[in-house]
């Protein structure tokens, strides 16, 4: 959602910035063109010969061109065009040459009113009124503030999509808060149902830990000689467990996990989580701090999950990407 939310405001932006960088890029040809017939354009007397009323996209876009404009006359903000046609020498003989001028300070001028043209000699259609003036000016700064409307459309594009991405992110924990307070015991009579469970499973716990040093408490010391950092695995070589999980997170912080089964998988968006059940034991550490980074989290099963000597009922998290 938040990446479609900032496509939106960026199509917006850059389309602004687009016609910012026309505008200001016109205004430019047309000073330009001003000067040249200022310096080396010719003169001569024109007459009306049409007035056109434009249509209603070039009408609103005129009239933003021209809203900061001196030369914008009376009479609203209907912009007008004028046709005009003027003699040019030709040899012995003139040549006659019409130019449409599509500009709101024109709008008061009728059919057969005459005019005083400038055009270049050399290409007689790039023709202006002496009554008109240059948009330049005009034009530049209507311009930037398009395209700063563009960039604080952008910029505001980005706090929007981070925004919602951070909504969209805490609507997922309160779903997932939800779906794991589905397990709480809100009542007395659950309450005692969950103290008899608990009971229950303290007693399977300490079955199951004297199963895992009867097979692997020789191992122990062994798995403690690790020098490196490293998370070691092994899964092919252990029984009755998906696999184990030892090493060190720090100097003189030792764990060795050993998983037992998959107690839920929750699937939000393109996340799955996957949670754990099994046993850890664990030297200069205990579980919430000391874990490898390939889960999200490991924690004590149950309050009374100190099962003695370094033992723990412990579960654990990870999260994986579904993409």
Request: hydrophobic letters at 40%; proline letters at 3%.
């Amino acid at each position: 959602m938040g990446l479609f939310i900032f496509f939106v405001f960026a199509v917006c932006a850059l389309v602004l910035i687009g016609l910012a960088g026309w505008m200001f890029s016109s205004s430019r040809k047309e000073r330009r063109l001003w000067n040249q017939l200022q310096q080396t354009g010719a003169v001569a007397e024109g007459e009306i010969t049409q007035h056109l009323i434009k249509g209603q996209w070039l009408q609103m876009l005129l009239a933003l061109i021209s809203l900061f404009s001196s030369s914008h006359a009376g009479g609203g903000t209907t912009q007008h065009a004028v046709v005009f046609k003027f003699e040019v020498p030709d040899g012995e003989r003139k040549k006659v040459y019409s130019v449409e001028r599509p500009i709101a300070a024109l709008s008061n001028l009728k059919v057969g009113d005459k005019v005083t043209v400038h055009y270049l000699p050399t290409s007689p259609t790039v023709a202006r009124l002496a009554t008109e003036k240059s948009q330049g000016g005009s034009t530049q700064l209507v311009a930037v503030i398009v395209g700063l409307i563009g960039a604080v459309l952008l910029i505001a594009g980005v706090f929007a999509g981070l925004g919602s991405d951070r909504d969209e992110r805490a609507r997922e924990a309160s779903r997932t808060a939800y779906i794991l307070n589905l397990s709480a015991t809100p009542d007395p009579g659950e309450k005692t149902a969950t103290a008899n469970a608990q009971a229950t499973s303290a007693a399977a716990d300490v079955k199951t830990l004297a199963l895992i040093r009867a097979d692997f408490g020789d191992k122990l010391p062994e798995w403690q000689k690790v020098t490196d950092m490293e998370p070691h695995r092994l899964d092919s070589e252990v029984k009755n467990f998906m696999w184990v999980d030892y090493g060190y997170c720090s100097p003189g912080e030792f764990y060795a996990m050993f998983w037992q089964r998959i107690s839920d998988r929750i699937t939000i968006n393109n996340e799955l989580h996957v949670y754990y059940e099994g046993y850890g034991y664990y030297k200069g550490a205990v579980p919430d701090t000391c874990y490898p980074k390939t889960y999200s989290q490991v924690w004590s099963r149950r309050q009374n999950a100190d099962l003695g000597d370094g033992w723990f009922a412990i579960e654990g998290a990870r999260l994986i990407k579904l993409n």
